[in-house]
């Protein structure tokens, strides 16, 4: 079973920055795209950015040249840089890896984003 615990959730000013982690319990991280989406109030939850096992990146219009996703192998750690915050940014995000079996999606972690 695998388990994806994320953490860098918390309360920032709009133009902060912060950086998520989700790091995955088990082997073989390192064949895996891994995904953060985020899920605002009312809102469905969305795809924000992924990373293909061999490092190519994806996002979100609505996220592009502010976030930032990248992978740590070594780790079992991907990671999500997020600057130039802005209110709309604020969800609950949470980190995903898709398999043949199915999703497995982390507990995910706050983001708030102040005016």
């Known amino acids: 079973q695998v388990q994806l615990v994320e953490s860098g959730g918390g309360l920032v000013q709009a133009g902060g920055s912060l950086r998520l982690s989700c790091r995955a319990s088990?082997?073989?991280?390192?064949?895996?795209?891994m995904s953060w989406y985020r899920q605002a109030p009312e809102k469905q939850r969305q795809l924000v950015a992924t990373?293909?096992?061999?490092?190519?990146?994806n996002y979100a219009d609505s996220v592009k040249g502010r976030f930032t996703i990248s992978r740590d192998n070594a780790k079992n750690t991907v990671y999500l840089q997020m600057n130039s915050l802005k209110p709309e940014d604020t969800a609950v995000y949470y980190c995903?890896?898709?398999?043949?079996?199915?999703?497995?999606w982390g507990q995910g972690t706050q983001v708030t984003v102040s005016s």
């Open positions: 995903n890896r898709k398999t043949v079996v199915g999703d497995y």
């Open positions: 088990g082997n073989f991280f390192s064949i895996y795209a």
């Open positions: 990373i293909t096992r061999g490092g190519d990146t």
